[in-house]
């Protein structure tokens, strides 16, 4: 496109045009991604559709304007309450995502400490499996990170918060699970830390909120406000609750903890603007579909769907376990985990699934594979047994393809002990310039950003990256 259409075009046209736009991304009904997408069925899919369009042009901006999303979103908000024990006393918002809920969040724990502690440099306390949502909320937010490490099983060491609160701590963090392995923190023993040391904890189950509570283990550690000392939690919806994109929640322990997240101004010409949330518009069919999905599943759905993808997540790890070089990274408490291996590049055995039309998202520290489970998962085991066969042993084989990735990586870990920072600065960005931003293939990029860890301009080259992707 050259720029502003002169003249509109036909609806055929342009919705077949949007079908040609689709062709090349995730294939995600077919079960081949294992992220972004929580599939169910497409009749689920299609109930959801109705869902969204019968509320598709309303907006939640204006309570009184839409009564009936205020209902809807209010009903939700009842119902997770419910969910996650939170009693009656508690409250919550609905957002547009994960990202939104840990904002709002930390956000709330800020203007809480502000108001009632007079804290003037405030800290937040996390481990370094906590979501990089967190992170962006202390930078938008100006608040210190205090970044802890975590066991030889990825979990949060609660010693270790206790050590690290101190006078300006807002607010504590943990995970239920983290995304990279699927483990939960110890939540329990981290509560017992925050109410001794009287700081809020917050419990981001932005991925493990519709999971956990459905789980039929009795002997499964509790996460949410029935452990006392939680006074937040954030659940997106629009994962493993299965909604369409737009829709999650964050919850309080106190309503008053809920207000410090709203922001006021009353100097405006154009009237009063007030705002709950980040956002100001909200759509209305991503509330729409968020009430209709947890109604449509209810408890015993959930249940159902639940044992389906643990049932299936376990039947993929004993089968990736069978190949030589290849391990589950801990012992993941859900249906999402990684796989990684000390004899090859495992980065490479991502890339040819790519290949044969498999999405494997990468992770580092330690290398691996993530895979998140769903429904649809269950249906396509034989096919994705059959196809790892393959890449797996094209990948554990010596190619030229490998041997160009690792004289890349080589190069890279070698000029960065010998160049001066900023010609090295320059050679970073002429690689991006070069690269192929849309390419299937990135096994080599992962190991250079693995070796550059430290570089003060690492993070320009992944911005120069990301800026080169969405051009």
């Not at 607010?171 to 809020?200: F, H, N, R, T, W």
Request: net charge neutral.
């Amino acid at each position: 496109m050259k720029g502003f259409p002169e003249q509109g075009r036909s609806i055929e046209e342009l919705v077949n045009e949007l079908e040609q736009l689709k062709a090349n991304d995730l294939n995600y009904k077919e079960g081949r991604a294992f992220s972004y997408v929580y599939h169910v069925s497409e009749q689920v899919s299609q109930a959801l559709q109705l869902a969204y369009s019968t509320f598709f042009s309303e907006n939640a901006l204006n309570p009184s304007a839409f009564p009936s999303l205020s209902q809807m979103q209010s009903e939700v908000i009842t119902m997770c309450k419910d969910l996650f024990h939170a009693g009656d006393s508690a409250s919550g918002l609905m957002t547009s995502g994960g990202t939104e809920s840990i904002l709002m969040a930390v956000k709330a724990a800020k203007e809480w400490a502000v108001k009632k502690r007079g804290i003037a440099h405030p800290e937040l306390v996390m481990s370094v499996s906590a979501h990089p949502a967190f992170n962006k909320a202390c930078d938008y937010f100006g608040i210190k990170t205090i970044i802890l490490p975590i066991d030889e099983n990825y979990k949060a060491v609660p010693d270790l918060y206790r050590e690290a609160i101190n006078q300006n701590t807002i607010m504590i963090v943990a995970s239920a699970p983290s995304y990279p392995q699927g483990v939960v923190d110890p939540i329990p023993e981290i509560a017992e830390i925050a109410l001794d040391k009287e700081v809020p904890f917050h419990v981001d189950a932005c991925v493990g909120g519709f999971v956990l509570p459905f789980i039929k283990e009795s002997s499964f550690p509790k996460f949410d406000f029935r452990v006392k000392g939680v006074t937040s939690l954030s659940a997106d919806i629009h994962k493993y609750g299965f909604a369409s994109k737009g829709s999650s929640v964050v919850i309080y322990r106190d309503r008053e903890m809920r207000k410090s997240q709203f922001y006021v101004y009353t100097g405006w010409p154009g009237g009063i603007y007030a705002s709950p949330s980040i956002l100001g518009t909200k759509p209305g069919g991503a509330i729409a579909v968020a009430w209709t999905v947890l109604q449509l599943f209810g408890r015993s759905g959930y249940e159902k769907h639940v044992s389906i993808m643990m049932d299936t997540a376990r039947m993929f790890q004993n089968f990736l376990e069978t190949f030589e070089g290849i391990r589950v990274i801990g012992k993941p408490d859900m249906c999402l985990f990684s796989i990684g291996s000390n004899s090859f590049d495992i980065y490479e055995l991502g890339d040819e699934m790519h290949e044969l039309g498999w999405q494997m998202d990468r992770q580092q520290d330690p290398p691996a594979l993530h895979l998140s489970i769903s429904p649809v998962h269950a249906r396509v085991f034989e096919a994705f047994n059959s196809d790892f066969q393959q890449a797996y042993n094209r990948a554990t084989r010596n190619n030229v393809v490998k041997l160009k990735n690792r004289l890349q990586v080589n190069a890279a870990r070698g000029l960065k002990k010998v160049l001066p920072k900023k010609t090295f600065k320059k050679l970073q960005k002429l690689a991006v310039d070069k690269s192929d931003a849309n390419s299937n293939r990135s096994a080599a990029l992962y190991g250079m950003i693995g070796d550059l860890k430290g570089s003060g301009t690492l993070d320009e080259m992944i911005v120069d990256f990301l800026d080169k992707m969405i051009k």
